[in-house]
Every structure is written in structure tokens, then in C-alpha cells.
């Protein structure tokens, strides 16, 4: 103990995510949103209560296995150093298979295939992000958690990058938890949305009831402080 008094990030949580739906998951800046994605691959380990991916506890799950099913996008697209095949190989060299069709991959996030020989830490931001899809993809994960990846990006590449994400979701059937500070995208894009507050789930919701009536005043008032500063000068 460092004398330091620990602070609880989640408590209380009880969700359930259908397999193959889109969760949009929205809340104030330090309200525990990230936290709650790391735990489902283990990046961060529970103190306690149990989290369920694919009727298996997280904890049961070899690591390795786990990240492979259930793949993390970041807001800042980190690149490993090399070019961009050098990062999609990373994948499959971490969790020991072959991997041989980088061209069709790069491709399909919607860059050419030229760019898998260029140094990948020299590419725009909305490039990095798809190759950081790409390389998440390489594993072809059943579960995509993405933490607010379009919110460095300039309005078109967000919007590209956003229906990238969609087109993967309806072609691979996967299961997408996203977190997002754009209540707008969290419309578009969920079939179900959470608003986490201080740790708790507040609301959780079809999407299209948690925004057009909300059962909870916290909820509202949520929604009603978010609307009015994005739409002040």
C-alpha cells in the first residue's frame, strides 16, 4: 500500500450486451466509460463482480485467446514502429498464425495497397485509424470496443471512419460496445445507449428511446446540458 486511498471507478453495474448489437456508452469525461471497456479484455483486471464474455468469465479466458475475440480501438490509433504491414503482421505474429492476405485487408478499410510500405507513425490521423481497424481485424474479433476513436478527427474523416465502422458491423455480425462523446453519432450508430455517470449506469436503453424519452431526470438533464453546448458558438 503506497498510503494512498483507492477510489471505486465502477460499482454497481449490471448490463447485459446482445450479441451482435452496437451499445453506444455516453457520459461526462471521468465518469468510468474507458474503464468499463478495459475490463472486458483484461487490460484492467476487476477487483470484484464478474464480467461474461461469450458464457465464459474473463478471468477463465487464456489472455491471449481473449484478445484476440474481443478487440480494442483507442482514440489515438497508436502505431508500432515500421511500415503499415509491419503493424498488420504484428497481430498475427503476437498470437502465433498465419496471416497472408494483407492487400484485400488494407483495402477494405478503404486505403490502397500501396500504403502498407510506408512508415505507419508518418500517416494522417484518419489514416491511422483505419489501419489500426485493419490491425484489430486481423484477428477477426466477435467483439469491437472502441473508445472514442473519431473524436481527434476532422468532421469528414470522423463520419468516414464511422461508416467504415458500420459497413464492418453489418458484414461481420460482431458485437460493438463504443464509447463516444458525440451524442449525435451515439444516435446514429446504436441500437442500444448507456449514459455512465460516476461510475454507475444511470439509464441504459434502445437507442431511440433513450433519446427521444428518457425515463430518468438525470438522463434529460444529461441530454438537455449536452445539446446546449453543442450548439453554443
Not at 461510475?199 to 444529461?222: M, N, V
Request: glycine share 6%; hydrophobic share 40%.
Amino acid at each position: 500500500m503506497d498510503g494512498k486511498e483507492k477510489r471505486r471507478v465502477l460499482q454497481d453495474i449490471t448490463a447485459e450486451v446482445p450479441a451482435g448489437s452496437v451499445v453506444t456508452i455516453v457520459g461526462p469525461s471521468g465518469s468510468g466509460k474507458s474503464s468499463l471497456l478495459s475490463l472486458c479484455n483484461l487490460l484492467s483486471t476487476p477487483d470484484e463482480g464478474e464480467i461474461w464474455v461469450q458464457d465464459k468469465e474473463v478471468r477463465t479466458w487464456d489472455i491471449k485467446k481473449l484478445r484476440r475475440h474481443v478487440g480494442l480501438a483507442f482514440q489515438t490509433a497508436p502505431m508500432l514502429p515500421g511500415t503499415v504491414l509491419d503493424n498488420l503482421l504484428s497481430a498475427a505474429r503476437l498470437h502465433h498464425f498465419s496471416f497472408e492476405e494483407p492487400e484485400r485487408l488494407i483495402q477494405y478499410v478503404g486505403l490502397p495497397e500501396n500504403i502498407l510500405k510506408r512508415d505507419a507513425r508518418e500517416l494522417s490521423g484518419g489514416q491511422k485509424q483505419r489501419v489500426a481497424l485493419a490491425r484489430t481485424l486481423v484477428n477477426e474479433p466477435a467483439v469491437l470496443l472502441l473508445d472514442e476513436i473519431t473524436s481527434a478527427l476532422d468532421p469528414i474523416a470522423a463520419r468516414e471512419i464511422e461508416e467504415l465502422i458500420i459497413r464492418i458491423h453489418k458484414e461481420k455480425q460482431n458485437t460493438i460496445l463504443w464509447v463516444t462523446h458525440d451524442l449525435e453519432q451515439a444516435r446514429r450508430v446504436g441500437d442500444f445507449t448507456w449514459l455512465i455517470v460516476e461510475g454507475q449506469i444511470i439509464e441504459q436503453a434502445d437507442t431511440s428511446l433513450f433519446f427521444s424519452c428518457p425515463e430518468k431526470e438525470q438522463t434529460r438533464l444529461f441530454l438537455q446540458r449536452e445539446h446546449v453546448e453543442e450548439i453554443e458558438p
